[in-house]
């Protein structure tokens, strides 16, 4: 099937250069005006159009590569054409296929198609974008076709239910944007010890890096070290008296996570009095 895109930013120049490094056939991508296409990107093999109806004619497949909250308006646009057939998808990581309203009335088949993959400019690396994993939601009736298409692919696949997506999207959100709140609250403590911001994230980079690592190399309770793995309330309680009212609540939050993991690791330690110096924290 040949696939065309409808938004030349960050995820839709990614996944075309993707697409096409795995021979998949990509028709091109739509710009509201060549004016948005920048010189560089005029120089690669991109074939970039204004014009919504030559990328249907073309193409089996849409890609709706815009901005979550434009997702419903390009679809109403898109709908006003002839699409019958055509597998119409978005690469929202919270929204399902849902927000396609009505497409069964035009004959085309929608999906939600998601690279759990942080995209930091338009040229993601081939190597780094192959780890993602591509979640798939949308018409079961023409799933398997969805999946051949995307199986072309070396990244895993994984298919969920509409249901779901929130959670799923939450999970990243975990993961990639709340990660990067906790590292500037640390880097903010370090910035009250005196450190500038490039020492502070220097500091702190082969702690987290190594520790990430860990994490994914033997599961989140092995991976458990510090004052509550040791059960070490003396420093919880010193870091919840130097830290302000903010920085209490997060410390707090995920203290009781970890909690968690030191109770599975440790089931003869009672954690009892560590949860009460943290519900004191107010």
């Known amino acids: 099937m040949k696939v065309g895109f409808i938004g030349?930013?960050?995820v839709g120049c990614s996944l075309y250069d993707y697409f096409v490094h795995n021979n998949i056939l990509v028709t091109g991508c739509y710009t509201r005006t060549q004016a948005n296409v920048s010189g560089?990107?005029?120089?690669?093999?991109?074939?970039?159009?204004?014009?919504?109806?030559?990328?249907?004619?073309?193409?089996?497949?849409?890609?709706?590569?815009?901005?979550?909250?434009?997702?419903?308006?390009?679809w109403e646009q898109v709908k006003t054409y002839p699409i019958q057939g055509k597998f119409i998808c978005h690469c929202s990581g919270?929204?399902?296929s849902a927000v396609l309203s009505?497409?069964?009335?035009?004959?085309?088949y929608g999906y939600s198609i998601h690279p759990m993959f942080p995209f930091k400019s338009?040229?993601?690396?081939?190597?780094?974008?192959?780890?993602?994993?591509?979640?798939?939601?949308?018409?079961?009736?023409?799933?398997?076709?969805i999946m051949d298409l995307l199986s072309a692919c070396p990244n895993r696949?994984?298919?969920?239910?509409?249901?779901?997506?929130?959670?799923?999207?939450?999970?990243?959100?975990?993961?990639s944007n709340l990660a990067v709140g906790l590292i500037?609250?640390?880097?903010?403590?370090?910035?009250?010890?005196?450190?500038?911001?490039?020492?502070?994230?220097?500091?702190?980079?082969?702690?987290?890096v190594t520790n990430m690592n860990n994490i994914f190399d033997v599961g989140t309770c092995d991976a458990l070290t510090g004052p509550v793995e040791r059960h070490d309330i003396k420093t919880v309680q010193k870091h919840l008296d130097a830290i302000?009212?903010?920085?209490?609540?997060?410390?707090s939050a995920l203290t009781k996570e970890i909690i968690k993991l030191a109770e599975t690791r440790h089931p003869d330690v009672s954690y009892a009095d560590m949860k009460h110096v943290l519900e004191e924290v107010k």
């Open 8 to 10: 030349a930013g960050k």
């Open 40 to 74: 560089t990107e005029k120089q690669t093999q991109k074939i970039f159009t204004t014009s919504i109806d030559k990328i249907l004619t073309k193409s089996d497949v849409l890609f709706l590569t815009v901005p979550d909250d434009a997702i419903s308006t390009v």
């Open 94 to 96: 919270s929204l399902g």
């Open 102 to 108: 009505g497409i069964e009335a035009t004959g085309a």
């Open 122 to 145: 338009k040229k993601t690396a081939y190597e780094d974008l192959a780890q993602a994993l591509f979640s798939v939601e949308g018409n079961e009736e023409h799933m398997e076709e």
């Open 157 to 175: 696949i994984v298919r969920l239910k509409s249901e779901d997506k929130p959670k799923y999207h939450a999970a990243a959100v975990f993961a």
């Open 184 to 208: 500037n609250q640390a880097k903010e403590l370090l910035n009250e010890c005196g450190f500038d911001d490039e020492a502070a994230l220097n500091a702190l980079k082969p702690l987290a």
């Open 244 to 251: 302000d009212q903010e920085k209490k609540e997060t410390y």
